[in-house]
């Protein structure tokens, strides 16, 4: 086993918090176990991956059945730290949180068995940003890692969550939020809302909307305990001792997505840390001799053909292949040779395109090649973040 | 399953429906599949709709209009695009069914709404739901296809209307859901095209995410597609050829001939030829889990190209093929 600091980990090994960003199918989740799975192979530290929705395959990758709330060790042989996998529970997360700030424990009660309460825990996709970020700070606040790699949460855009703490105090603050409970309050004042209210009433039918407002004035008593920890969260994420990873493929659509990342990362002068751009192909297979080679192939190439053709017949006189048959054999494999690696030579332009459109210096981009087959074991996942090379 | 006695082909018979939803993994290329199915459909002369559920501008970008918004636009003859915008959806139903004048974007109201739409349950999604099927049910266009959301979401969007009408005890809304129902659980009127790669995660989205269609909604699954395929290049015999080649005894005489820059090629077909094996795997997977019954189009890759109407042209041409 290798046990130097690969680059990439060398890069990331003064941080405590590690947010992995990007569009969704680009190999977030496997990115952040793979570069979990090198910290833990490469440094003594004790690295937590903390991820809201793996694949299945992925949890077995890592020798764990299912992926829970409690973290799980995962044992890497040879290691010279320890790797340990979690898996946010969107549902019991909540749960947890209104049991904090919640002031007693009939508000509990009421928060938690309002029917509004388990539409908003289990599919309200904003609050999964929220949960994400509220899940990251209480495992680190319990300090017992060195090192938390978070995947982030798939949403309707990879920025959302980074605003999530910020979006939760504003909205607590907002005057929506009294709107809302306004009929809860007093039917008086209700009154100057009636436009409002009768609309809801009509739409949502008047049960519905009593429902709303009644979780909604339970919900205003969490203010303070969630404004405090948003707050908490936020600077813990700007702070030096987090950094974000984007990764992307080389595609124009998820590497546009990469781009903005990147930009309002930067915005927000968060700490960004690197680029890795998956599905890369191997820079050692293309060279100018093999352009040319299979350009003369597949364009003018009969002479070539021909010529590659006599030979190989002669070569091979016992197979039992008549000479002209097996001509047209060899002259359709070696065409689709030469089709295979102007194929992959074309990929392989086109990520460099890729790269050279994203906003940071070459040398924080690294690749990592494409894999054959899928990420089935802990070796895979060793061999995935040991390909994480530098670009340049 | 497939009434072909109606239809010349299974093209026909798929763009014979009123409302399509193409649905899959983030980045398998639903924008591509569904623009191309809408192409198709107005080749065959008919007025189709096209709508972006979650916008990324990027139908807009294939036709070359830099805003499409909720209000369709004809970008060619016969096809018109939108993007979905909930809170106009939403004004659009108040005006129509409540005869409430609301202005396109009340600040606080909006805001409101935004929020109480992602609390509430189905609020959101039967607006989604809500709006394509009353495009379906006003006959505006032959056929609407939508570029919906991804795995997950897209279920409580289709199952929407089921759920709001048991939810919801009275209202207006509740009222508004018999209609839409009968216009989903139709399979002649609506179906489901649900598209992958051919790798492995999104494939075992696609399969459980075809198992939640099944069993959490009441829309037909009627279209897979397979989309982004590495085609392997070799028949069984020029396998046992190019074997020789690479590793066998023809080795030699290759690089004499061709010089050692052939091992690029070798190794450029070795691994292209290892990527077409797992493809093929993934293919079968999701072809097994899909079932017989349902029409399933391959779509090779384009090499070093992701994007682009040129794309979308292709794309549709090889579903032309495939479905002929």
Not at chain 1, 175 to 199: D, E, G, H, N, Q
Not at chain 2, 228 to 240: A, C, G, L, R, Y
């Amino acid at each position: 086993m290798r046990t130097n600091e690969s680059s990439l980990v060398s890069l990331l090994s003064d941080l405590e918090i590690i947010l992995i960003g990007g569009a969704g199918g680009v190999g977030k989740t496997t990115t952040s176990a793979a570069l979990g799975v090198a910290l833990a192979t490469q440094t003594p530290k004790k690295v937590l991956v903390l991820t809201i929705d793996p694949a299945k395959r992925l949890a077995s990758a890592m020798g764990i059945d299912e992926l829970t709330h409690l973290p799980q060790e995962v044992e890497i042989p040879g290691a010279r730290g320890k790797l340990f996998a979690a898996m946010v529970d969107m549902k019991a997360s909540w749960d947890e949180m209104v049991v904090r700030y919640s002031p007693d424990s009939e508000t509990v009660r009421k928060i938690v068995s309002n029917p509004i309460y388990e539409s908003i825990s289990t599919r309200f996709v904003q609050s999964h940003d929220y949960i994400a970020i509220e899940a990251l700070y209480e495992f680190y606040e319990r300090g017992e890692y060195d090192v938390i790699v978070v995947d982030t949460p798939p949403s309707r855009n990879a920025i959302d969550f980074l605003d999530a703490p910020k979006n939760m105090e504003e909205f607590f603050a907002s005057k929506l939020l009294r709107w809302l409970t306004i009929p809860r309050k007093s039917k008086l004042v209700a009154s100057a809302f009636r436009p409002f209210y009768l609309v809801a009433e009509r739409i949502l039918g008047s049960a519905f909307v009593e429902d709303i407002s009644e979780f909604f004035f339970d919900f205003q008593q969490l203010y303070e305990g969630f404004v405090a920890r948003a707050r908490l969260v936020t600077a813990l994420v700007s702070s030096d001792k987090a950094g974000f990873v984007v990764v992307t493929i080389p595609e124009e659509i998820p590497t546009t997505e990469a781009i903005y990342f990147i930009s309002e990362v930067t915005r927000r002068n968060f700490n960004l840390l690197a680029a890795v751009m998956n599905r890369s192909l191997p820079e050692m297979i293309f060279s100018r001799g093999s352009d040319e080679l299979a350009n003369r192939l597949s364009d003018e190439s009969q002479d070539v053909l021909i010529k590659t053709l006599d030979a190989i017949g002669f070569a091979s006189p016992e197979r039992e292949v008549e000479i002209a048959s097996m001509s047209q054999l060899a002259s359709r494999v070696l065409i689709e040779m030469a089709n295979s690696y102007e194929g992959l030579k074309n990929q392989k332009v086109m990520e460099e395109i890729q790269i050279s459109r994203l906003p940071l210096d070459d040398s924080l981009v690294y690749t990592s090649t494409q894999q054959e087959g899928d990420v089935a074991s802990i070796d895979s996942l060793i061999k995935l973040a040991l390909n994480m090379s530098p670009y340049r | 399953m497939n009434d072909l006695t109606r239809f010349n082909n299974e093209l026909e018979e798929v763009l014979s429906k009123r409302l399509i939803f193409v649905t899959g993994k983030g980045g398998v290329g639903k924008t591509t599949i569904a623009t191309a199915l809408a192409l198709l459909a107005v080749q065959k002369g008919k007025k189709v709709l096209l709508c972006e559920v979650e916008p990324k501008g990027e139908i807009g970008r294939y036709f070359g209009v830099k805003r499409v918004g909720f209000e369709p636009i004809e970008v060619q003859k016969g096809l018109y695009v939108m993007e979905m915008d909930t809170e106009r959806a939403l004004s659009e139903y108040l005006r129509i069914y409540l005869r409430v004048p609301i202005p396109t974007r009340v600040g606080p109201l909006a805001k409101a709404f935004d929020f109480v739409s992602n609390a509430a349950p189905g609020v959101r999604e039967i607006l989604v739901v809500g709006k394509l099927c009353y495009d379906v049910r006003q006959s505006n266009y032959d056929i609407v296809i939508a570029d919906s959301s991804a795995t997950g979401h897209v279920v409580s969007q289709l199952a929407s209307p089921q759920g709001v009408n048991e939810l919801f005890g009275v209202g207006l809304v509740k009222d508004q859901t018999k209609w839409m129902i009968d216009i989903l659980k139709d399979p002649d009127q609506s179906g489901i095209c649900l598209v992958s790669t051919a790798e492995e995660t999104p494939v075992e989205e696609a399969v459980e995410l075809a198992q939640r269609i099944r069993s959490e909604t009441q829309v037909r699954l009627t279209l897979g597609v397979i989309n982004k395929i590495i085609p392997k290049i070799f028949s069984d015999t020029e396998e046992v050829f190019f074997t020789d080649m690479s590793h066998g005894s023809l080795r030699d005489t290759l690089e004499r001939e061709l010089g050692g820059a052939v091992k690029g090629l070798l190794d450029a077909t070795l691994l292209w030829e290892s990527l077409a094996r797992s493809n093929q795997e993934n293919v079968t997977k999701f072809k097994d889990a899909l079932g017989e019954s349902i029409s399933m189009i391959e779509v090779p890759m384009v090499p070093g190209v992701s994007v682009g109407i040129g794309l979308v042209r292709e794309v549709a041409e090889t579903i032309e093929v495939e479905l002929a």
